[in-house]
């Protein structure tokens, strides 16, 4: 994994217009590859707003079909059917360190009997040492050799006459030589990996080859894509580190390959990632906490420089997303700009925030239909503001719906409990209350003089 660090974009804005462009005017084209093969490569090495380059670009706008390379299969047996996720693995040789077994093996680990069923894992072995494959290839079927013949492992290889120019390419950013050459070997690496694994299932998740995963992550993901039906998305993200845990569907594997191989060499795979959801109109970033995968590595691929990235969201045991059952959200207090109400009981990384609230406010969950609450969970502030806390508050629930001041909530509630330090949480919830619950409101017992942010609202039912 390579080390973040801030760089400017601007000099991409325009190649990004150009794409837009494109993509509008000749969607409808038939897709050519192989004639222009010798094109791109050429081009490679051009500015990418030269006539020869928007050529290929019309030619290449359609971005349905696959991209003709004939794989190397290491270790597989056939695909026996369609499964719900694949997560795509590249790796190479490191100078320092090699964590790919750990990786696979905490794939399996942390997965049940029936998740397993709905996985399948493939590994780009991606280096073109020969040796080193052979070896990598010995380890693995050594390894893991039950979920090859399972057909949950999939190791292969994209030959290197199908790689495009990788020496003397443009250094943006003032890159050296050496890291531009990485990183844009990475990007086709990727885009190689991503084309193999179009067909294979219904979604698809980048993992890097250094990375430890959350126990029962496949359910995780389930649920929160339940959780989005009929919502539009084209990336979830399930860690806040670089490429690790990017969530996609598979129909958008072709477009996202052939994507990250026409501008590979521009700038690494994560800033790709993030102007191709741009690009298909996902505008905010939809990421999850608490995270589902870690970053493990110490050394970097990249010349095994120290990498010691953590995602500090991260949580191995015990993960549990929760239910939050159809419901409208209303509140008195004074909403600061955009950070509706709405915004504490969503899953994705937002929250709420309003002005000081005084004594009496509140802040109702009205659900579509009743419901038996095994467990509640709210907490309020964040880490970089501390203080914006419920200081004095209590949690009720309600049966009876009304119509109340243009917003609905119920007409009596009985209290379970205070809130501690700016957080609530009660277990057995269904085992204390005597009837379907209909609205949970929170209530302001003292008027502060701190602004409050609601950060998440969860729900489980029984």
Sequence with gaps: MRCLRKRSTVSFLGVLVIFLLFMNLYIEDSYVLEGDKQLIRETSTHQLNSERYVHTFKDLSNFSGAINVTYRYLASTPLQRKRFLTIGLSSVKRKKGNYLLE????????????????????????????????????DITQKFAHHIIAGRLVVIHAPEEYYPILDGLKRNYNDPEDRVRFRSKQNVDYAFLLNFCANTSDYYVMLEDDVRCSKNFLTAIKK??????????????????????????????????HFLLMF???????????????????????????????????????????????????????????DNPPASLYTNMNV?????????????????????????????????????????????????????????????VGENVI????????????????????????SDVNQKIPFDIKCIRIYITKTQKEWLIIRSISIWTS
């Design 103 to 138: 990786t696979i093996k905490s794939i399996f680990e942390q997965s049940s009997y029936e998740e397993l069923k709905e996985i399948s894992v493939v590994v780009h072995l991606a280096d073109f040492n020969s040796s080193w494959r052979e070896v990598m290839v010995q």
């Design 264 to 322: 590979y060499q521009e700038m690494p795979c994560d800033w790709l990632l993030t102007h191709f959801r741009g690009l298909l109109a996902q505008k905010n970033v939809i990421r999850f906490k608490p995270s589902l995968f870690q970053h493990m590595g110490y050394y970097s691929s990249y010349k095994g420089t120290e990498n010691k990235l953590k995602d500090d969201d991260f949580e191995e045991e015990s993960f549990d997303i929760p």
């Design 336 to 396: 600061f700009e955009n950070y509706d109400a709405s915004k504490a009981y969503s899953s994705v990384d937002e929250y709420f925030w309003g002005k000081p609230p005084s004594i009496g406010d509140t802040f109702v969950i009205v659900f579509e239909n009743p419901i038996v609450i095994k467990k509640i969970k709210v907490s309020t502030g964040t880490e970089d503001r501390q203080n914006d806390i419920l200081h004095h508050g209590a949690l009720d």
């Design 403 to 426: 119509l109340f001041k243009q917003s609905r909530q119920c007409d009596t509630y009985i209290r379970l409990g205070e809130f501690k330090n700016g957080n609530f949480e009660m």
């Design 224 to 257: 929160v894509i339940t959780s989005l039906e009929g919502t539009y998305w084209v990336t979830l993200e399930f860690s806040k580190l670089g490429y690790i845990g990017k969530l996609y569907h598979s129909h958008d594997l072709p477009r996202l390959a």
